[in-house]
C-alpha cells in the first residue's frame, strides 16, 4: 500500500504543538452569536402543528408551515436551546445536493437524478431569496465549491467535468503544495454562517407568529392517530392535529427508526483571522468552498472575518450508538487536523487555532436523508442527512408538510422520498460493521482509490458511498 501525501509532507510536532497551545474546546459559531432567550413549555396547550427539534430541518418547517397557511397555529418544542446540535456546529457549506454528490445520487436514482439536481439547485435558491426577503443576517456567500485532487489518480476524476482546473489554474485560485488538480462547482454550493442562519431562522419564525420553547425534552409521542397526538414533556402536554419530527441524530421517537441512523462524530478546528500577509500567501480570492476526494475527507472554508475552518477526515463510532460530550474533545482528531493542515498550507506555519469542536452526524446507509409518516399520517419525519443537510433541511420541511397535508406532489412522489435505506444492524455487529467499513475506505485511499470486495459488495446491496 501506499501513503498519502498527509502522510509523506507532515509538519514538525513543534508546529503542531504551538498552533494547538492555547486552543478553546467550544464551538467558534456559537460563541460568534447572541441568543434570544425562548421560554419553557410549563403548560398543557393545543395546535395545530407541533415540530420536535430546533436545527435547521424543524426552523424550516416552521417557517414553510406558516408562509404557507399564517393562520395555522404551529409550536416548536427544543430539548434544549435553537441550534445547539449538529445545526449550530457544522461547516456551513449549503449544498444544492439532495442526495450527497451527483455519484450517489446517480448510483441510487439514476432515472431522478437530473430532477433532483434541478431540484436541489431550485432549493438552494429558494434559500438565499428567503435570506433577503427576510434579511437575514447569516454571512451568505454563493461562492461555489471547488472539490480538489492531492494523488495523481485523482486528477482523471474530475478531468471531463465542465468545471476542471490543472495543477496550474487550481494553485491560481488557492496557493497549495498538495493541489494537482479540481473541479470548480460555481453554483452548487453556498457559505453560512451556521450559528447566525438557525438564530435569523428563529427570529424568522417567531415573526411569523411560530411559538418556540428551549429546554422542552418531548419524553413520549401518544395517540395512535385517530384523532389528535399527544407530545409530553416535564412542564406539560402538546396536543396536535400533526407533527413533525426534526430530531436528527438523536433517538427517535418512533422505535421504526431507531436502527436507521447511527451517530458519527465528526471533528474541525478554526484558526485565528488571517493577516493580510497570510491570506496574500494563499490567494483564495473567490472564497470557493474546498474540499478533497479521499474517501476519508477534509472540508475547508473562509470565515467572514478571514479565518480558516479545518475540518473532516476522522468520522468516529462509538460502541452503542449513543450522543455523549465526552466524545467531542477527541486529541487525536485535532492533533491529525493540525497536522494536515500545515501540509495543504505550510506557508501558515505559526498560524493558531482559536477553537476546536466536534459534532454528532446523523448517518444513514444511503448517505442522504429520508422521510416517512406514522400515526395515521399525523405524524412525519426526516433524519439521515449524513452531514449534508444545512441546505436539504428546507427541501426536507416541504416533504414534511407536504405528507402532513395529505398532498400528492412532486416532491412525495420522488422514488428518494418514498424508498427507505437499508437499517443498520443491532450491536455489536454495527460497531463492527462501520469500522470495517472506515478501515476499508482508509485502505482505497492508500491504493489509489480502488476499492475491495467489501465495499464493492456493500455499493451492490445498496449501503456503498461514493460522493
Not at 294 to 301: D, E, L, M, P, V
Amino acid at each position: 500500500m501506499g501513503t498519502t501525501v498527509f502522510e509523506r509532507q507532515q509538519p514538525a510536532e513543534s508546529v503542531i504543538d504551538a498552533s494547538l497551545r492555547d486552543t478553546a474546546f467550544g464551538v467558534f459559531w456559537l460563541d460568534d452569536v447572541e441568543r434570544v432567550e425562548h421560554p419553557t413549555l410549563s403548560a398543557d396547550i393545543a395546535t395545530d402543528l407541533a415540530i420536535v427539534g430546533g436545527g435547521y430541518a424543524g426552523l424550516w418547517t416552521a417557517v414553510r408551515a406558516k408562509e404557507r397557511d399564517p393562520q395555522r397555529r404551529v409550536v416548536l418544542l427544543e430539548a434544549s436551546r435553537i441550534a445547539w446540535a449538529a445545526s449550530g456546529r457544522n461547516g456551513g457549506f449549503c449544498e444544492a445536493s439532495l442526495t450527497h454528490g451527483h455519484e450517489n445520487g446517480v448510483n441510487r436514482w439514476p432515472d431522478e437524478i437530473d430532477r433532483l439536481e434541478e431540484l436541489g439547485i431550485e432549493n438552494l435558491d429558494a434559500i438565499e431569496a428567503t435570506v433577503k426577503k427576510y434579511d437575514m443576517k447569516v454571512d451568505f456567500e454563493r461562492t461555489g465549491q471547488l472539490a480538489v485532487a492531492v494523488e495523481p489518480h485523482q486528477v482523471e476524476w474530475y478531468r471531463d467535468e465542465p468545471g476542471f482546473l490543472d495543477e496550474a489554474a487550481v494553485r491560481a485560485e488557492i496557493h497549495s503544495p498538495t493541489f494537482l488538480g479540481g473541479d470548480w462547482d460555481r453554483e452548487g454550493c453556498a457559505l453560512v454562517h451556521p450559528a447566525k442562519l438557525g438564530m435569523e431562522l428563529a427570529r424568522v419564525a417567531v415573526e411569523l407568529g411560530v411559538e418556540i420553547y428551549e429546554h422542552s425534552i418531548v419524553r413520549a409521542i401518544e395517540g395512535d392517530g385517530a384523532g389528535p397526538i399527544r407530545l409530553v414533556t416535564p412542564g406539560g402536554t402538546v396536543t396536535t392535529d400533526a407533527v413533525a419530527l426534526a430530531t436528527n441524530v438523536f433517538p427517535s421517537l418512533l422505535k421504526r427508526n431507531r436502527l436507521m441512523t447511527v451517530p458519527v462524530y465528526d471533528y474541525v478546528l478554526m484558526t485565528e483571522p488571517l493577516t493580510a500577509a497570510h491570506r496574500e500567501s494563499i490567494g483564495w480570492s473567490n472564497r470557493q468552498g474546498l474540499s478533497d476526494s479521499a474517501n476519508q475527507f477534509h472540508y475547508i472554508r473562509l470565515t467572514a472575518d478571514d479565518r480558516i475552518l479545518f475540518g473532516g477526515y476522522d468520522a468516529i463510532y462509538h460502541f452503542g450508538g449513543k450522543v455523549r460530550p465526552e466524545y467531542e474533545d477527541r486529541v487525536e482528531s485535532h492533533r491529525k487536523l493540525a497536522s494536515h493542515f500545515f501540509t495543504m498550507f505550510p506557508q501558515l506555519e505559526g498560524v493558531r487555532f482559536t477553537h476546536r469542536w466536534a459534532g454528532a452526524i446523523d448517518s444513514s446507509s444511503r448517505f442522504c436523508a429520508f422521510f416517512g409518516t406514522a400515526r395515521r399520517g399525523r405524524v412525519a419525519y426526516a433524519t439521515g442527512f449524513t452531514g449534508l443537510g444545512v441546505g436539504a433541511a428546507r427541501f426536507a420541511a416541504d416533504v414534511m408538510l407536504d405528507k402532513l397535508s395529505g398532498e400528492v406532489t412532486e416532491r412525495t412522489e420522488l422514488a428518494m422520498v418514498r424508498e427507505k435505506p437499508i437499517p443498520f444492524p443491532p450491536e455489536p455487529a454495527a460497531a463492527i460493521g462501520i469500522n470495517l467499513v472506515r478501515a476499508a475506505m482508509n485502505q482505497a485511499d492508500h491504493n489509489e482509490g480502488k476499492r475491495n470486495l467489501f465495499l464493492k459488495t456493500l455499493d451492490a446491496v445498496g449501503m456503498g458511498f461514493d460522493s
